[in-house]
């Protein structure tokens, strides 16, 4: 496999990460609600995702998919309900004061942020067919299990790193005021918007 498949690979899943959706939305509610380590953490979540999705689509469940379109169904419906549930909980506790963050002390575990960037992620199942799609058009047939690994990695990399970035950019000092400030009124909008990507993933 050459550097410039790779080099393509890792531009096209960077422009699908960049792209907002579901993720951004929590991760920049997360990061001026909770601070950067706790929005970092699920920044990793994030990661792992795409990662098991990437490798869901090496394996063949893209193609499962399309053979299958009924899994792939039932996989978009469970995913769009667990993101209406995020919204649900954004709009009911919108009118909550944000917890205080002491000595950077997280209010959330790191654990746990890993734990809900990761189900976040894998709530949205047409990552594996995008995966499938470009892996498909670009990767060889033969790769070396090295070639294949270094692919995953650089997917990991690629969400994680960029999650991070938004991470840093939405816990500073100014964007934590800002949204200490509007908090009910940016839970409702990105509650709506979260809502809004679950019936799109739910009913698309």
């Known amino acids: 496999m050459t550097w410039a498949i790779l080099g393509s ?3 096209i899943h960077l422009a699908a990460a960049i792209s907002p959706g579901p993720s951004f939305v929590v991760s920049v509610k997360t990061a001026a609600a909770e601070g950067f380590r706790v929005a970092a953490a699920l920044a990793v ?3 792992l995702g795409a990662l ?3 490798l869901a689509a090496l394996l063949g469940l893209a193609v499962l998919f399309k053979v299958m379109p009924q899994l ?3 996989l978009k419906i469970i995913g769009g309900i667990f993101l209406c549930f995020i919204a649900f909980m954004m709009w009911r506790h919108a009118n909550d004061p944000i917890d205080v963050i002491e000595n950077d002390a997280p209010p959330r575990t790191m654990l746990s942020a890993v734990r809900l960037g990761l189900v976040t992620q894998l709530a949205n199942p047409k990552p594996a067919v995008f995966f499938g799609a470009v892996f498909i058009g670009l990767v060889p047939e033969g790769s070396s299990l ?4 270094l692919i995953l990695a650089i997917i990991f990399i690629n969400e994680t790193l960029w ?3 938004v991470a840093k950019t939405f816990s500073t000092h ?3 005021n800002a949204y200490t400030k509007f908090k009910a009124w940016v ?4 509650g709506g918007l979260i809502a809004l990507f679950g019936l799109k993933i739910a009913l698309g």
């Open 163 to 165: 999650y991070v970035i």
């Open 45 to 47: 979540g994030f990661g």
């Open 187 to 190: 839970d409702r909008a990105f």
């Open 9 to 11: 690979i890792a531009l």
């Open 52 to 54: 098991i999705w990437a």
């Open 146 to 149: 090295a070639s294949l690994s």
């Open 174 to 176: 100014t964007a934590r």
């Open 72 to 74: 792939l169904m039932a």
